[in-house]
């Protein structure tokens, strides 16, 4: 069965700066990997995904995402953070042969600090 | 298309009534996903349709819940003889079929509180 861990419930990084949220993955076969976003009070929002190909990924707002198949990791990565990234970030796997439930982390609260 | 749409955003009621939550996706999408929310927590699958087939269900999803999908259009989560345990957000999903997977757009959610 496939499962997301996201190791960090917060992640606190000074606007400005780069950031990374940490997500690592299990499943028995290739992964489609996702990346969404939540605002206070909003619904959930798609950023990126990773199928195949290069495994740097660009989506949304100037996030990206590096697929790592020997560490099973697909970590979201932005250069420089602003304080509107502040929101709840969630990573989501689908199994590319186990049906089309999509199964997702436990999330990672972002605050990006002025 | 202004997207996936959930009625209602709000709904309290007591111990032991039943509730039903509707989802209108967007009208190409043929996929339609429900989920559940509760506070801390990741979104739990529950249930998928393709159309109006129901191709999966969680084994969260006791007999107390049923969803429905006539015609392939809108959706609708019905929770019978509600507990206190099912207060959350109840999320719906929709998505486009294909060679390859084009993500989720969410709706906002109905927030269920049972009292």
């Known amino acids: 069965a496939q499962s997301v861990a996201q190791p960090e419930d917060q992640v606190n990084v000074a606007e400005g700066n780069p950031l990374t949220v940490k997500c690592t993955y299990s499943?028995?076969?290739?992964?489609?990997l996702f990346w969404y976003v939540q605002y206070p009070n909003r619904g959930l929002q798609f950023l990126l995904k990773?199928?195949?190909?290069?495994?740097l990924v660009k989506g949304s707002y100037g996030f990206e995402a590096e697929f790592n198949k020997s560490q099973t990791s697909f970590h979201l990565k932005k250069p420089s953070a602003l304080v509107s990234d502040s929101a709840l970030y969630f990573c989501?796997?689908?199994?590319?042969?186990?049906?089309?439930?999509?199964?997702f982390g436990a999330g990672t609260r972002l605050f990006v600090k002025a | 298309d202004t997207g996936v749409s959930q009625n209602p955003r709000h709904k309290i009621t007591k111990r032991g009534q039943n509730v039903t939550f509707r989802c209108d996706p967007i009208?190409?999408?043929?996929?339609l996903y429900w989920y559940r929310q509760t506070l801390g927590q990741g979104p739990e699958f529950l249930t998928y349709?393709?159309?109006?087939?129901?191709?999966?269900k969680s084994r969260l999803l006791s007999d107390r819940f049923s969803a429905e999908r006539p015609k392939g259009s809108f959706s609708t989560l019905e929770i019978q003889r509600t507990e206190q345990g099912d207060s959350a957000m109840y999320l719906c999903?929709?998505?486009?079929?294909?060679?390859?997977?084009?993500?989720?757009?969410f709706g906002s959610g109905t927030r269920l509180t049972v009292v």
């Open positions: 999903a929709s998505s486009l079929a294909g060679g390859a997977d084009y993500g989720y757009t």
């Open positions: 499943v028995s076969g290739n992964p489609y």
């Open positions: 990773y199928i195949t190909g290069d495994n």
């Open positions: 989501a796997v689908r199994e590319l042969l186990g049906g089309f439930k999509t199964i």
């Open positions: 009208s190409e999408h043929n996929r």
């Open positions: 349709f393709q159309n109006e087939a129901q191709l999966e």
